[in-house]
RNA sequence: GGUCCCGUAGCUCAAUGGAUAGAGCAAUUGCCUUCUAAGCAAUGGGUUACAGGUUCGAAUCCUGUCGGGAUCACCA
């Protein structure tokens, strides 16, 4: 219905019919006419000038007569240079409004029996989510709805990175300054109460550095192997990694516990299904408050040792080759890439030894010929690796395999440091939006009280946080100033909201006083500012498809920050329930009502709900 | 040093190779007796980092330079 592709399909074929030039529809370039000019649509002619060896105006004009002849819905057009200008009829303003209407699934594709499995969050388990993650989850679950939505069968799942060192120093921490307590006696919330334990451990270790720089061994090995003229400090701080690994106290207490860990040791194994628990009720807390879920989770702790069978295989196919101490390797420099390690000389795995190996169970548990990893822009190169790697063994998903690259979330003093206490956490920011929101509402005079008052102002702390992550292009670095709260006004998530809320009243009001919507049939003169709505409802389902294709949610925030737009002015500039002409009446509250389904599938798609009232 | 990403208004961000590069925030100023003012409208703010090239047309594509970031672990 969307007269983009009308367009197209007419020039294509007045291009043809008058000149014998074939011509496709997709390459002729349609865009909405620009607000200075006269007319709705604008076909570009350039393009094909050449092909027809015509001037642009002439062409312009043969094509303009040849659209007048065959279309019912072009009233007249206007030659701009190369532009041609279609002005059309309110029967075609009419008749996609009601398309719009009369489609529940609007925006929607038709299910492609395809199944994609999408991944994000990947939490650790020493400690809880953080601002980071926000992104990571907001980005995966917006791609999850928009997939979805454009035909497929979406799984999907996380990989919580459950072992290792990391926890191991949690446990350790818990272990010698618990004390016995839990989160429970403490009331906090697991993830946090682990990770202050991995911070505690961190601050421990840190002073057991100190006083160990000052014994006699650490000054002769920073006298023996200072590189240059490097001070002690500059040695020491370099020197870290290995003093842990080789002389602390508690890096032995955490290596023997990862290595107890390893052997299957009951206890230990006990206290890591402890820690674990307490750390997945945190989470589960703020899943839910940021609304989003997971269909299967794979646990590190149980695909870690995976991957080798394909390095074996690997080995025979002549993908992989051994070097003499017995490591594995492959040769990628042919694609500008290195010589990467894929199982150590001992047999044991890295990451992409298990990444491959995670890569084929999905396979075989869901049989997705799509994968969609969403992780941080630091790992491009691991990916590119990775697939490559998996595209060279023959896998049958190696070319749906995509990773959705992000950038960092940023302060404006730089990256978020654990060590010094920057980082900004998952729920003190939700607590803080939803704080804010409570605040201006109150401000106002809105209700803050009350079970409906509080879900709304859920809805719009939500909204806000959600809107201001997803718009911005997932490559992009963003950053995010802790001082400066999250806006409520301007181009927000509550804006948006708004315009819904709006509708949703003035809706209420028309049933109550038993408008006959039936009279939308008869309105003639179209309004621009209604033309402006019912061409951004055309373009609905191409926002979603463009979506879906660039992998890139920030192009349907966008979309419904314009739409509604459009609509704040289409509110201020014309009277809807007030009109006096009935039929007028009823196609503005007509098209109020396509707007407020097109505003909340679309927001639906990026995991923000509707207030009820605001 | 190699590879990849980014550079658009004071700030945060838009712009399928198309017409005079747009929004919001911040600043100034109007608009509530009328469907909810978390709104609307107006003003100022730009050599799209820089230099070349491709073409009817470049913020967008190519080359180079400068600036910022990531990565190049038998860590995950």
Known sequence: MDFTH???????????????????????????TQ?????????????FVRLVRKSPEALG?????????????VEKYQVVKGFLNVTLRDAYWRELLQAVLSDPNYGRQPRRQEKVMVEYSSPNTNKPLHLGHIRNCLLGWACSQIFDAVGYDVIKVQV??????????????????????????????????????????????????????????????????????QNEAEFFKAFKNQWFNEHSQLGTEVRQMLLRWEAGDEAVLALWRQMNDWVYAGFAETYARLGVHFDKNYYESETYLLGKDIVEEGLQ??????????SVWIDLSDVGYDQKVVLRADGTSVYITQDMGTAR???????????????ADEQNYHFAVLFET???????????????????????????????????????????????????????GSPVEGPEAEENLRRIAMGALKFFMIRVHPKRR??????????????????????????????????????DLGAAAQYTGVQPQEKELLKALGEYPSVVLTAAQGYDPSHVANYCYQLAKHYHRFWHDLPILHATDPATRAFRLQLSRAVAHVLQTGMNLLGIEMPQRM
């Not at 959705?404 to 920057?422: D, H």
């Open 35 to 47: 607000p200075e000019f006269e007319g709705d649509y604008t076909a570009v002619l350039f393009p």
């Open 6 to 32: 009308t367009l197209q399909v007419g020039v294509a074929q007045a291009v043809e019919q008058l000149y014998g030039a074939a011509l496709s529809p997709e390459q002729v370039q349609v865009q909405p």
């Open 361 to 375: 169970m999905r396979y075989s548990d869901y049989g997705c010929q799509r994968m969609i990893y969403v992780v």
């Open 317 to 326: 196919k002549g993908v992989f080759f051994k070097k003499e101490d017995g």
């Open 61 to 73: 004009t043969d094509i303009g007569d040849y659209l007048l002849r065959t279309s019912r819905y």
């Open 160 to 229: 919580i990175n459950d072992r290792g060192v990391a926890i191991c120093k949690s446990m350790v921490g818990w272990l010698k300054f618990g004390q016995g307590r839990t989160p429970q006696s403490e009331g906090i919330k697991g993830d946090h109460f682990v990770g202050d334990y991995y911070v505690l451990f961190e601050k421990k270790s840190q002073e057991e550095y100190q006083a160990w720089q000052q014994t006699e061994q650490a000054q002769a090995i920073y006298r023996a192997r200072r590189k240059g003229d």
């Open 478 to 515: 963003m950053v995010f100033n802790p001082e400066e709260s999250i806006d409520l006004q301007g181009q927000t998530g509550p804006y948006i909201q708004y315009s819904w809320v709006r509708i949703r009243g003035l809706l209420q009001r028309a049933e109550q006083d038993g408008v």
């Open 390 to 444: 998996l595209r060279r063994l023959g896998e049958p998903y190696a070319d749906g395999l995509y990773h959705l690259s992000y950038g960092l979330v940023e302060l404006p003093t730089g990256r978020m440091k654990t060590r010094e206490g920057t980082v900004v956490d998952a729920d003190d920011l939700i607590a803080e939006v939803e704080r804010l929101a409570r605040e201006q509402a109150a401000e106002r």
